[in-house]
C-alpha cells in the first residue's frame, strides 16, 4: 500500500478588484502561508459584485484546495501538514 494518499479539501473564497483570476491567486496565496503540499485547485463558480451599476470586485466563490499527504502501510503520513 506504500504510495496511497489522503486528500484534504478546504474550501476558499477569492476576492480581487481585477480579474477572477487574481481572486483564484489570492486565495492561493494566502492559504498557502498555513497550508502545505497543495497540489490543485478547482473553481466552480464565479460571480462579481455590482455598486451602482459597475462591477467593483471579482470572486471565485466556491475554490477548492485539494492538499495530498502521502501515507505509510501503517497509515502514518510521510508528509506532516
Do not use: C
Request: no cysteine; glycine share 6%; hydrophobic share 35%.
Amino acid at each position: 500500500m506504500a504510495g496511497d494518499s489522503i486528500y484534504r479539501v478546504t474550501d476558499l473564497v477569492g476576492t480581487s478588484k481585477v480579474s477572477w483570476e487574481d481572486a483564484v491567486k489570492n486565495a492561493v496565496t494566502v492559504a498557502g502561508r498555513t497550508l502545505r503540499d497543495l497540489r490543485v485547485a478547482e473553481v466552480t463558480r464565479f460571480d462579481v459584485t455590482i455598486e451602482k451599476g459597475k462591477v467593483t470586485s471579482y470572486r471565485a466563490p466556491r475554490e477548492r484546495l485539494l492538499q495530498v499527504r502521502e501515507v505509510t502501510p501503517r497509515g502514518r503520513p510521510l508528509i506532516s501538514t
